[in-house]
């Protein structure tokens, strides 16, 4: 646990407020949505994510313009594909806009544009819906195999902080998300269920007209997000640049992720009419797409230590972010 406690008094008031009128419990996705997304004093919403070197975490866009590069020649390569003079790319969660413009800067002639949390969605899309790190940050509900059945683990209030209580499950698709799972051997088994995800997913095929849906995240299929070596779940606090587990500490001032469910999110898909088109590790979609520009860089650097083969190595290594990212790309056909 990182020390000292960094909370911000603020936030931890508004949260308290929260469980006093909601009767002394809370889902933990709902204090992690507040702990993140609180309108003035969240996380993401108070300016107080760092990303990079002087922050609390790395994305595939700290390493520097590789990443957008390769994702320009993608959207190139779909725009015409599509064949729509109306092609935008929506990026979910810009995180200031840094990966907009690297891409920009190598195709400025795309159309990309920005929606961060809590801005109106457009009506209609025709294009390719993208996301990188989004999934993993939404508010997601914690769930542990008690006496034998899944009980849901609420938020409640404690003399100096916040506590974990075992209730009855708060929604019917936790049930369902789970009911498969043999519950029976599972005993003191714990997880997520990111039902927010799925609800977003919806909100977009809703509006995709035609298109892509092109997701970049932390997570794993089915088989290995349950699997028995996995029972003390996904949740993952980082602040610093430190990683731990306990999501009551620094709340403002720290970010709280799960690791993403890629089967729910294929199976809610297609039946939105997304079809799944390609599902693989980050470090095959980048080599795959970005070849030939990957190509002439080893080629022009070779036996350097230059800044984009650097890139390359954490981008598409599998000890880097070349294994741990998955990319799963979902076409809406009209």
């Not at 070197?53 to 957008?68: A, E, I």
């Not at 990309?112 to 457009?122: D, F, Q």
């Not at 997601?140 to 009855?168: C, I, K, M, S």
């Not at 469910?261 to 970005?290: M, N, T, W, Y």
Request: charge should be negative; aromatic fraction near 10%.
């Amino acid at each position: 646990m990182p020390a000292p406690d960094s909370s911000r008094p603020e936030l931890v008031a508004a949260i308290r407020a929260e469980l006093a009128r909601a009767g002394g419990r809370i889902t933990f996705a709902r204090f992690m949505e507040l702990a993140l997304y609180h309108p003035q004093l969240g996380y993401y919403t108070s300016g107080a994510a760092r990303i990079g070197r002087c922050g609390d975490f790395f994305t595939s866009v700290s390493v520097g313009p590789l990443f957008g590069k390769i994702l320009a020649q993608f959207f190139r390569k779909r725009r015409a594909e599509l064949g729509a003079d109306d092609f935008t790319i929506w990026e979910f969660g810009g995180r200031g806009g840094e990966l907009r413009a690297d891409a920009l800067a190598a195709a400025p002639e795309l159309d990309w544009r920005i929606v961060e949390a809590g801005e109106p969605l457009p009506d209609e899309m025709t294009g390719c819906v993208f996301s990188n790190e989004l999934l993993d940050a939404l508010p997601v509900h914690r769930v542990q195999v008690q006496g034998g059945a899944w009980r849901e683990l609420y938020v409640v209030a404690t003399a100096d902080g916040f506590a974990e209580a075992a209730g009855p499950l708060s929604d019917p698709r936790l049930t369902a998300a789970l009911a498969e799972l043999p519950v029976a051997q599972m005993e003191g088994y714990r997880t997520e269920i990111n039902l927010r995800a799925l609800d977003w997913l919806e909100q977009m095929a809703k509006r995709l007209r035609r298109g892509w849906v092109l997701t970049f995240d932390y997570g794993f299929e089915r088989a290995d997000y349950f699997a028995p070596h996995r029972r003390d779940g996904h949740l993952q606090c980082y602040h610093r640049h430190q990683r731990h587990g306990d999501p009551f500490v620094n709340i403002g001032v720290q970010d709280i992720t799960a690791h993403v469910d890629f089967s729910a999110v294929i199976e809610c898909g297609r039946a939105l009419g997304l079809a799944p088109v390609h599902f693989c590790e980050q470090g095959k979609f980048l080599l795959e797409e970005g070849a030939d520009l990957i190509r002439a860089i080893v080629e022009r650097d070779a036996g350097k230590n230059s800044v984009e083969r650097n890139a390359i190595h954490q981008l598409i290594h599998p000890a880097h972010m070349g294994r741990a990212f998955q990319a799963l790309l979902q076409q809406k056909q009209p």
